[in-house]
């Protein structure tokens, strides 16, 4: 007993469950602060990016159209909205499944050669 006394490990064990504590706490405290800007932070970019990619796109166009043509801008809008918070719904309920299926990287290249097929079938249209 008088060996472990004075055999220094002990207050190194101490040192190290004081460091893991401290490690422990500042985690928590990075934890809880990440979620709480994480919903904010996933909100105004999703917002964000959705509200300037719509502003002037051919939905825009066509519910400005039918607004004006229908005399009901506020059907107009009333179905307007329900249609684009169920298209939203939809991307974002077949995104999920497809996030637990594939890898990000995976998922990252799927849309790019997506978006080049789009690209492509787009420019074929205005070229003939």
């Known amino acids: ?8 490990l002990p207050e190194k064990i101490d040192l190290l469950t004081t460091d893991i504590h401290s490690i422990e706490a500042d ?29 002037g796109d051919k939905t825009q166009l066509v519910t400005l159209f039918m607004s004006a043509e229908s005399q009901s801008p506020w059907i107009v809008f009333l179905g307007a ?3 684009l918070v169920a298209t ?3 991307g974002v309920l077949i995104g999920y499944w497809l996030a637990k299926k594939l890898s990000p990287q995976t998922l ?6 997506l978006l080049l097929l789009i690209t492509g079938w787009l420019i074929q249209d205005v070229i003939s």
Not at 108 to 113: P, T
């Open 27 to 55: 985690f928590q405290e990075h934890l809880s602060h990440y979620k709480k800007t994480s919903f904010w932070t996933v909100f105004c970019s999703t917002f964000i990016t959705i509200f300037l990619a719509e502003i």
């Open 108 to 113: 990252d290249l799927g849309v790019a050669i």
């Open 81 to 83: 909205a329900m249609a």
């Open 1 to 8: 007993m008088e060996k472990t006394k004075n055999h220094p």
């Open 88 to 90: 939203s719904l939809l």
